[in-house]
């Protein structure tokens, strides 16, 4: 007599989805924390959006002339810590002025230099 799975199979993707949820508060946290290291919480609107099943484990959007950042969580995978995944998301928030303006087709060399001064001012508060 064959044995049907389908119970276990509800209950592992409803466990999952209760991982994935409380992976995704940590990184809201984890977020929020590297931020605040880098001296630059509250200089962003950061907003976030839980997507299992995204391509990758995290995803940042920019706006940077508003300052608004959407930071897209799809879970974790064993290649990454949530200690890395986050430093690496605020790292990304904290250059951002810097590509935007890269990719400006009329970026005048005092903003590039401005926005480079704002990143090394922070970058040495936090170095030893």
């Known amino acids: 007599m064959a044995q049907s799975n389908a119970g276990l199979d509800v209950e592992r993707t409803a466990m999952k989805s209760q991982t ?11 977020i929020a924390a590297a931020l605040r290291k880098l001296g630059i919480d509250g200089a962003w609107d950061v907003r976030f ?9 995290a995803e ?3 706006d940077v002339p508003h300052r608004m950042v959407t930071m897209e969580f799809g879970g974790l995978s064993g290649t990454c810590s949530m200690h890395a995944l986050t ?5 990304h928030v904290l250059v951002a002025e810097m590509a935007h303006l890269s990719q400006e087709r009329y970026t005048s060399e005092d903003a ?8 090394a001012t922070i970058l040495e508060k936090i170095l030893p």
Request: aromatic share 12%; hydrophobic share 35%; charged share 40%.
């Open 60 to 62: 940042s959007t920019f």
């Open 112 to 119: 590039m230099i401005a926005a480079e001064e704002r990143v």
């Open 49 to 57: 959006r839980y997507v299992p099943g995204l391509d990758s484990q």
């Open 20 to 30: 994935g949820r409380r992976d995704f508060e940590r990184f809201k946290r984890g």
């Open 87 to 91: 430093r690496h998301e605020a790292v």
